[in-house]
């Protein structure tokens, strides 16, 4: 992935950008193959020696690409990056020469709407081709010779050692003048500055840095800067089994990332970044608390309507290709507590006036005291139908406790002694309908004796403490059910109904969450294990997608996803940091970390 902090593209192995929607994170692509083929858009520069050797890596500290081609006639770098937006959106690509001569094909194939429209383009002089389809345009600037071809543009050129060859292409809207041309070497040394000063400040100080920066960078360039929300994923529809129909936009900011986000910002030591987030999530939030979404677009877009793309035939012919996310009129309990908590953990790191969303908060209080005892989607979004699900009444409980806490540390005004009374309530509903003393484990939903990965996230949310008996039958009997390969499922999609059919990956949240429930219990050396397993799943160049397919070996679902980068980045906190998230939330004290060998990444 590259991105500007608008949106972002993807680029793959050989060189090819077969993803990118503009100007937006949420626009429509005129760059799809990924979910389809080549005619539905791409731009690939590659070498024309077709048994080049190809590596390719981040630039340390960056968001710049460089994949690197290798023939019998020398070495040549193809440098991708999009510099942090000022106005007009760039994405431009350097082609560097580094040893003898390479010979290179550029063929762009623009296709607007989803792969569906052709734009009109013209030469405006040598250097400069201009791509217009209805509102949209892109200038396209560069000294290698172009030319259209079977309605693609394409050039050849040769890089020899010490020579660069630029390709810089801009969007703009229809109506607007051509962009002045940009230097394409200026912008490279303008970005690198930028990440690597960014990256800097991570305080996060543990073994595991370069995965942690890593991770702190891909969350960054999620984030839409104009507003501060951030994407859950730059993409829609990878599946989550390849062939299947699991098949979801994640290019919206869902609310239940809210404290995850902020703990991970803060303890990094972003707290410019935190308070972005934090105040998108009360513009997004503000309104009548009946009307409050799971989900929201990036400006806090309440329209989310889901529909099928039916031309594209999907990545490996996993079909439909949706746009939009249908699961954003869901009621799904658990966001009322993911907001309270969030906003709780701002005040405690000194992120805004303590007041700050208070009257809002106290109305999302009001509203749940009506609707906690009633069924919903639960936090995996099922189709369905509603049902009583054990974290969800959790997150209720949550709520009104990270109320009283907020109301009590920071001298709030509030019912505190109704709130206490409505936690108490909600606990002993979930201890008495929640908990199965036959497997001596809380359940996915009352009254099943179905498991749930989410549960173990019962003793870092502070519901019970990690030495309570039922927590650690909770966290052994999913560690024994939904375990595959060590790595965690959600739940079991052929026992749990969930609307859908077909079978999925696991979920690298969720085996996240599993490595710090084993440090809460004091397993260090198995939270360690698991950590570093995971951190091996990540592609070469370090970015991580939602799942996990163990049988094939590959990752599954949107790609790079914020969740899997945030949990990856709070994990490292937990094992190393002296700030540690599962303690921040849940107030119970971690055991005391592991000696310096346990956790030496190269063993």
Not at 190 to 200: D, P
Not at 466 to 494: M, W
Request: with cysteine.
């Amino acid at each position: 992935m590259i991105g500007d902090l608008g949106t972002a593209a993807l680029v793959a192995r050989n060189g090819s950008i077969d993803w990118l929607c503009w100007p937006r994170f949420d626009s429509d692509a005129c760059f799809s193959a990924l979910l389809g083929t080549r005619d539905h858009g791409r731009w690939q520069i590659a070498a024309t020696d077709a048994s080049a050797m190809v590596t390719r890596r981040y630039r340390p500290n960056t968001l710049i690409l460089e994949t690197r081609f290798e023939t019998a006639t020398g070495a040549a770098t193809v440098i991708d990056f999009m510099p942090p937006r000022d106005g007009n959106s760039h994405l431009m690509r350097l082609v560097v020469g580094e040893r003898g001569h390479v010979d290179f094909h550029s063929e762009m194939i623009l296709r607007f709407g989803y792969g569906t429209t052709v734009p009109w383009v013209t030469r405006m002089d040598a250097h400069t081709l201009r791509a217009i389809a209805g509102p949209e345009m892109v200038v396209l600037r560069t000294p290698a010779r172009m030319h259209g071809e079977n309605l693609m543009t394409v050039g050849d050129f040769t890089v020899a050692a010490g020579e660069a060859v630029p390709f810089a292409l801009t969007f703009v809207m229809s109506h607007e003048v051509l962009p002045e041309p940009v230097d394409v070497e200026t912008s490279l040394r303008a970005t690198e500055a930028f990440w690597t000063e960014w990256a800097g400040r991570n305080q996060i100080d543990c073994p595991w840095n370069e995965a942690v920066v890593r991770s702190l960078i891909t969350l960054k360039a999620l984030t839409f800067a104009p507003t501060g929300g951030m994407v859950a994923a730059p993409t829609t529809s990878l599946p989550e089994r390849i062939g299947g129909e699991r098949n979801w936009d994640y290019r919206f900011c869902w609310l239940r990332d809210a404290t995850l986000t902020l703990l991970a910002l803060m303890n990094a030591g972003y707290y410019d970044e935190a308070r972005l987030w934090h105040d998108w999530l009360l513009r997004a939030a503000a309104g009548s608390p009946r009307q409050i979404q799971i989900m929201y677009g990036i400006r806090g877009e309440r329209r989310l309507t889901e529909w099928e793309v039916t031309w594209l035939p999907g990545y490996e012919n996993s079909k439909p290709v949706r746009i939009g996310n249908g699961a954003h009129n869901q009621l799904q309990l658990d966001i009322f507590g993911e907001v309270m908590d969030a906003l709780h953990q701002a005040r405690q790191g000194g992120i805004g006036p303590h007041e700050a969303g208070w009257d809002l908060e106290r109305a999302l209080l009001l509203h749940l005291e009506e609707i906690w005892f009633e069924p919903d989607e639960g936090i995996w979004e099922v189709r369905s139908g509603r049902e009583h699900f054990t974290h969800s009444k959790v997150m209720a409980w949550v709520a009104f406790d990270r109320a009283i806490k907020s109301a009590v540390e920071h001298n709030l005004p509030g019912d505190i002694a109704r709130w206490r009374e409505l936690r108490a309530r909600i606990h002993k509903d979930v201890c008495d309908n929640g908990f199965d003393a036959e497997l001596g484990s809380f359940v996915r939903i009352y009254g099943t004796r179905e498991l749930d990965a989410s549960l173990l996230l019962l003793p870092e949310l502070g519901f019970l403490p990690p030495e309570d008996p039922r927590i650690r039958g909770t966290i052994e009997a999913v560690e024994r059910t939904l375990s595959v390969d060590g790595l965690v499922r959600r739940y079991d999609t052929a026992k749990s109904e969930d609307g859908l059919p077909g079978d999925e990956g696991v979920f690298l949240a969720c085996s996240f969450w599993l490595a710090d429930a084993y440090l809460m219990l004091g397993r260090h050396d198995d939270a360690v294990k698991l950590f570093e397993r995971l951190l091996s799943l990540r592609n070469d160049v370090g970015l991580l997608s939602e799942e996990y397919e163990p049988r094939s070996r590959r990752q599954v679902g949107n790609f790079p996803q914020a969740f899997s980068h945030l949990a990856l980045v709070n994990t490292a906190s937990n094992l190393a940091h002296y700030r540690k998230p599962a303690e921040q939330r849940s107030e119970h004290s971690v055991a005391a970390r592991p000696p310096a060998r346990v956790l030496d990444p190269a063993k």
